[in-house]
């Protein structure tokens, strides 16, 4: 098994807070040649890519991306099982500036190399712009949902693989119509969310979306939408358990890893929308 260094593991928590250190956008063109390169000499690939919710097999797939994370990873334990001082110059032999992505092709269509390194610096500046107002846009976003957090907080109570059996109620057996009965084999994702009012007065509707950002991919795992009204009130300092599932559909691998993760892949983003108060007051983020 492959340990990381102290100085890995710090280093890891200090890059964590940085976006684009976790961000699968990464052409995985590099651990191709790496992995290549280890068949060719004999040597297993597989637990390079342990703990980092990928493996050898998905390499292969064209629109795989993966993070600044996964693949420092895989190169840093590559470089010490591999033991190639000239590993770099071995894999950039087999490297091109089309494995760059689109900016590589664009690099390749440039006049002189003065050109596409210009470009490069431009693309550059442009992804830093760009990356500075999402950043800008999500602090905005935050602060709109500021005070609905400060009044009621969502989390996940538990979240599981039931039967289908488990979540819709059983076959009447006076129905003129016999219903099939639903499947016994758990199949479906289901997620119990906790509504804790944080505040003094009686909510009598919450609606909002829990989800969780995965470090491992693009898009976010949407684990329930609430619209919470015709339902008892939650007093103050009180909760509320509320199931989301959804029957029709198979638990994905991505929900299987929100299961079992305990190595902090996920993180947890409540985006609450409107709260109602007994009292007759309502808190909206306008989102």
């Known amino acids: 098994m492959i340990h990381p260094t102290e100085a890995d593991a710090n280093a890891d928590a200090a ?6 250190y976790t961000l699968a956008d990464i052409p995985p063109n590099v651990l191709v040649h790496l992995t290549e390169l280890a068949k060719a000499r004999g040597i297993a690939s597989e637990r390079w890519f342990a703990g980092l919710g990928l493996g050898v097999a998905q390499l292969t797939d064209p629109a795989l991306r993966v993070s600044y994370r996964q693949a420092s990873t895989v190169i840093r334990r590559a470089l010490k099982a ?62 709109a949902m500021a005070p609905l957090r400060d009044a009621v ?3 996940v109570a538990r979240a599981e693989v039931l039967a289908p059996s488990d979540l819709v109620a059983p076959p009447d057996p006076s ?67 509320v199931r989301c599932a959804n029957p029709n559909r198979h638990v994905s691998e991505q929900q299987r890893a929100f299961i079992d993760d305990d190595s902090g892949r996920f993180t947890l983003v409540w985006n609450p929308k409107r709260v109602v108060f007994a009292d007759g007051s309502v808190l909206e983020s306008g989102l």
């Open 153 to 155: 907080e969502a989390g």
């Open 15 to 20: 890059r964590s807070a940085d976006a684009r």
């Open 175 to 241: 129905a003129p119509v016999k219903q099939a009965l639903p499947s016994e084999d758990a199949t479906v994702f289901a997620v119990t969310v906790s509504l804790h009012n944080l505040g003094s007065k009686t909510i009598t509707a919450v609606q909002g979306s829990l989800e969780a950002r995965d470090r491992e991919a693009y898009l976010p795992l949407d684990l329930c939408w609430i619209d919470l009204a015709d339902r008892e009130p939650i007093e103050p300092a009180s909760r509320a358990l």
């Open 82 to 143: 591999l033991d190639e001082p000239a590993l770099g110059l071995h894999v950039g032999c087999n490297e091109s500036v089309g494995s760059f992505g689109l900016l590589g092709l664009a690099m390749m269509t440039s006049r002189t190399f003065g050109d596409a390194i210009a470009l490069e610096k431009a693309w550059s500046v442009k992804r830093d712009k760009m990356d500075a107002d999402a950043a800008q846009r999500q602090a905005d976003r935050d602060a």
